[in-house]
């Protein structure tokens, strides 16, 4: 099991920047794929930015160029840096861990509210 927490959510101006983050309960060497994903009112929730225990990385097409996935694996976290934020990136974000032993299963945090206005 694994509790997955974001913040950094809020109120921006359309070009602005917010930084978010996700803090793991256990290490995040024993998780093999986090992620970010957003879900806008009346959408599906898509994938943002993927990175794995290895450091890859991998982003939906919208998204690249101006969002960046990180981690901090003495903080247990993960980031996720968002640049050039548009109204259309207005959504509640959420992160994700993906876990295999044996099978693979799947873990997801609260949610944090991205407000882009322009």
């Known amino acids: 099991q694994v509790q997955l927490v974001e913040s950094g959510g809020g109120l921006v101006q359309a070009g602005g920047s917010l930084r978010l983050s996700c803090a793991a309960s256990r290490s995040i060497f024993s998780i093999n794929v986090m992620g970010w994903y957003r879900q806008a009112p009346g959408k599906q929730r898509e994938l943002v930015a993927l990175?794995?225990?290895?450091?890859?990385?991998n982003y939906a097409n919208s998204m690249k160029g101006r969002f960046t996935i990180s981690r901090d694996n003495a903080k247990n976290t993960v980031y996720l840096q968002m640049n050039s934020l548009k109204p259309e990136d207005t959504a509640v974000y959420y992160c994700?861990?993906?876990?295999?032993?044996?099978?693979?299963?799947?873990?997801w945090g609260q949610g944090t509210q991205v407000t882009v206005s322009s």
């Open positions: 990175i794995t225990s290895g450091g890859s990385t």
């Open positions: 994700n861990a993906e876990i295999k032993s044996g099978s693979w299963e799947s873990y």
